[in-house]
């Protein structure tokens, strides 16, 4: 089983501000990496795909970079909308076993 | 629109059995994959289970295996998952997921599952 891991566990930002999040696979994923935001209540909503193809009606603000084992999802000026829990899934498995990260909350400073 | 709407969760007693459905709009359903994925309580996502567009493929976590069953009816565009020998770790939202090429761009709301006694 690959394991994504995603840092920090807690991210504190200003709106307005850039903010870097962080996935590592355990084990080359290639490009075969997602972004998720999920916000309290709600089903996640996606992102990213292919490491940096922004998802139908995703804002500009959010690129996606990397390859292999780093990857890093990043929003230009936060907006308040932005503050939710980003998950990383990777989905490089044939047969399909595709993991997801623990998470990293995203809050304002 | 797509939509995918769960039904079936509530409260079930270790080692019950529940059937979720998630009934799917929008799209057409026999030509894509689906998924399970759940959500523990204050918890990450977690994918359970994949099924082939015309069912002849199915894929699970271990975790599941053996446990739980996914299947669809494409006459019905529904998804279902049989879910047996339930334990209190298996409680938690579970959302259905439509498969675009092994990435999920559309989920359900999800509907909660609690075993407990």
């Known amino acids: 089983e690959i394991v994504m891991t995603q840092s920090p566990a807690t991210l504190s930002v200003s709106p307005g501000e850039r903010a870097t999040l962080s996935c590592r696979a355990s084990?080359?994923?290639?490009?075969?990496l997602a972004w998720y935001q999920q916000k309290r209540g709600q089903a996640p909503r996606l992102l990213i795909y292919?490491?940096?193809t922004r998802a139908t009606g995703i804002p500009a603000r959010f690129s996606g970079s990397g390859s292999g084992t780093e990857f890093t999802l990043t929003i230009s000026s936060l907006q308040s909308e932005d503050f939710a829990v980003y998950y990383c899934?990777?989905?490089?498995?044939?047969?399909?076993?595709?993991?997801f990260g623990q998470g990293t909350k995203l809050e304002i400073k | 629109e797509v939509q995918l709407v769960e039904s079936g969760g509530g409260l079930v007693q270790p080692g019950g059995s529940l059937r979720l459905s998630c009934a799917a709009s929008?799209?057409?359903?026999?030509?894509?994959?689906m998924s399970w994925v759940r959500q523990a309580p204050g918890k990450g996502l977690e994918w359970l289970a994949s099924i082939k567009q015309d069912g002849s493929e199915k894929y699970y976590v271990d975790s599941v295996k053996g446990r739980f069953t996914i299947s669809k009816d494409n006459a019905k565009n529904s998804l279902y998952l049989q879910m047996n020998s339930l334990r209190a770790e298996d409680t938690a939202v579970y959302y259905c997921?439509?498969?675009?090429?092994?990435?999920?761009?559309?989920w359900g709301q999800g509907t909660l599952v609690t075993v407990s006694s």
């Open positions: 929008g799209f057409t359903f026999s030509s894509y994959w």
């Open positions: 084990q080359s994923v290639r490009s075969n």
């Open positions: 997921a439509r498969e675009d090429h092994s990435t999920y761009h559309h």
């Open positions: 292919g490491a940096s």
């Open positions: 899934q990777q989905y490089n498995n044939w047969p399909p076993l595709y993991t």
